[in-house]
C-alpha cells in the first residue's frame, strides 16, 4: 500500500499540463503542479531559484521542504522533478539527447509526464520505451546527469518592435544595438545613444531596469514598494509595463506619483527594482 501510494504520488506531481513560458511580467503557471504535493496547484508567491530559473510550490511548507532537500546535494530526492517542472514551464529547453548528449531526431520522440523529448537514436528511445513506469522514465531524461546534457536555459525571446530605446525614447530599438546589463541586454536605437548609455550606465539604471521587464527578460516576484506576495487585484500600468502590488496603499503610492517618470522612478529604481523582479 505504501508502495502505491509513492507511485502515485509521483505520476501526480509529473502529470503537468504543458505549458510554455510567455514574455510577461509573469511564469505562467496554467496547469502546473507543485513537485511535493501534485494535488495542489503551483504558486508564484512560492518559489525557490533553482539552475537558474525558478522552481514553484503550492506552499510555504513545500518550499522549505525542498529547500532543505538540496541542501543534500547528491542525496537530494526532488531534483529530477525540479528539473522536468523547468522544463514543463518553458524555462529550460531542450538542447540535445538526455542519454548521450548528441544532437537530436526529432522522428525519435517520447512523451514523459506531459512533456515531448527528443532523442539521438532508436536505442537512447528504446531505453526510456523500456523502463518500467514513470519515475523509471523521468530519471532517465530529468535526473542530474541527464538533465545537464539535455537541456538549458531557454533565452528570452525579445520583440524588440515593441521597444523605444531608454534615451530616444521615440525611437525604435535596433538589433545589435545593445549592452550586456543584469544577465540580460539593453537595446538602443543607434551607436550614439550605446556610447552615450556605456559612458554614465548608472544615469540610465532605472529605465534599464524598465526596459528588462518591459522586454520579458525579467519578471516580477515581488511588490516593489512593500517586497511582499503580490494580489493580482492590485495592478497599474507604469510605462506600458502592468505591475502588481501587495495592497490598495501600494497602489495609491504608485498610482499618487506625479508623473509617468515618477512612477518609473518609484517601481523600478534600483533598490525597488533588486527585491521585486528577477532574471
Given at each position: 500500500?505504501?508502495?502505491?501510494?509513492i507511485?502515485?504520488?509521483?505520476?501526480?506531481?509529473?502529470?503537468?499540463?504543458?505549458?510554455t513560458?510567455?514574455?510577461s511580467?509573469?511564469?505562467?503557471l496554467?496547469?502546473?503542479?507543485?513537485?511535493?504535493?501534485?494535488?495542489?496547484?503551483?504558486?508564484?508567491?512560492?518559489?525557490?531559484?533553482?539552475?537558474?530559473g525558478?522552481?514553484?510550490?503550492?506552499?510555504?511548507?513545500?518550499?522549505?521542504a525542498?529547500?532543505?532537500?538540496?541542501?543534500?546535494?547528491?542525496?537530494?530526492?526532488?531534483?529530477?522533478?525540479?528539473?522536468?517542472?523547468?522544463?514543463?514551464?518553458?524555462?529550460?529547453?531542450?538542447?540535445g539527447?538526455?542519454?548521450?548528449?548528441?544532437?537530436?531526431?526529432?522522428?525519435?520522440?517520447?512523451?514523459?509526464?506531459?512533456?515531448?523529448?527528443?532523442?539521438?537514436?532508436?536505442?537512447?528511445?528504446?531505453?526510456?520505451?523500456?523502463?518500467e513506469?514513470?519515475?523509471?522514465?523521468?530519471?532517465?531524461?530529468f535526473?542530474?546527469?541527464?538533465?545537464?546534457?539535455?537541456?538549458?536555459?531557454?533565452?528570452?525571446?525579445?520583440?524588440?518592435?515593441?521597444?523605444?530605446?531608454?534615451?530616444?525614447?521615440?525611437?525604435?530599438?535596433?538589433?545589435?544595438?545593445?549592452?550586456?546589463?543584469?544577465?540580460?541586454?539593453?537595446?538602443?536605437?543607434?551607436?550614439?545613444?550605446?556610447?552615450?548609455?556605456?559612458?554614465?550606465?548608472?544615469?540610465?539604471?532605472?529605465?534599464a531596469?524598465?526596459?528588462?521587464?518591459?522586454?520579458?527578460q525579467?519578471?516580477?516576484?515581488?511588490?516593489?514598494?512593500?517586497?511582499?506576495?503580490?494580489?493580482?487585484?492590485?495592478?497599474?500600468?507604469?510605462?506600458?509595463v502592468?505591475?502588481?502590488?501587495?495592497?490598495?496603499?501600494?497602489?495609491?503610492?504608485?498610482?499618487?506619483?506625479?508623473?509617468?517618470?515618477?512612477?518609473?522612478?518609484?517601481?523600478?529604481?534600483?533598490?525597488?527594482?533588486?527585491?521585486?523582479?528577477?532574471?
Amino acid at each position: 500500500m505504501n508502495a502505491y501510494r509513492i507511485s502515485c504520488c509521483w505520476l501526480l506531481a509529473l502529470a503537468f499540463t504543458v505549458v510554455t513560458s510567455s514574455v510577461s511580467n509573469a511564469q505562467d503557471l496554467t496547469g502546473v503542479k507543485c513537485i511535493l504535493n501534485g494535488k495542489k496547484a503551483a504558486k508564484a508567491s512560492a518559489s525557490v531559484d533553482y539552475q537558474g530559473g525558478k522552481v514553484y510550490f503550492c506552499c510555504g511548507n513545500c518550499v522549505k521542504a525542498f529547500t532543505a532537500d538540496m541542501k543534500l546535494k547528491d542525496k537530494a530526492k526532488y531534483t529530477t522533478k525540479a528539473n522536468h517542472q523547468l522544463v514543463v514551464t518553458g524555462q529550460f529547453t531542450q538542447k540535445g539527447c538526455p542519454i548521450s548528449g548528441s544532437a537530436v531526431d526529432a522522428s525519435k520522440v517520447a512523451e514523459i509526464g506531459g512533456t515531448e523529448v527528443a532523442f539521438c537514436c532508436g536505442n537512447c528511445l528504446g531505453k526510456v520505451n523500456k523502463a518500467e513506469g514513470l519515475e523509471a522514465k523521468a530519471a532517465l531524461v530529468f535526473s542530474k546527469a541527464a538533465f545537464a546534457k539535455g537541456f538549458e536555459k531557454k533565452k528570452a525571446e525579445v520583440d524588440l518592435e515593441s521597444l523605444n530605446c531608454i534615451i530616444m525614447k521615440k525611437r525604435k530599438v535596433v538589433e545589435g544595438k545593445s549592452v550586456d546589463y543584469k544577465d540580460g541586454k539593453v537595446y538602443f536605437c543607434c551607436g550614439r545613444c550605446v556610447k552615450k548609455y556605456s559612458g554614465a550606465p548608472a544615469k540610465f539604471e532605472t529605465l534599464a531596469n524598465h526596459q528588462l521587464v518591459a522586454s520579458g527578460q525579467y519578471q516580477q516576484i515581488g511588490c516593489p514598494i512593500s517586497g511582499g506576495d503580490v494580489d493580482e487585484d492590485q495592478a497599474v500600468v507604469v510605462g506600458g509595463v502592468t505591475v502588481k502590488l501587495c495592497c490598495d496603499k501600494c497602489k495609491a503610492k504608485v498610482e499618487g506619483a506625479a508623473s509617468e517618470e515618477a512612477k518609473i522612478d518609484l517601481v523600478f529604481g534600483e533598490k525597488r527594482f533588486a527585491k521585486a523582479f528577477s532574471k
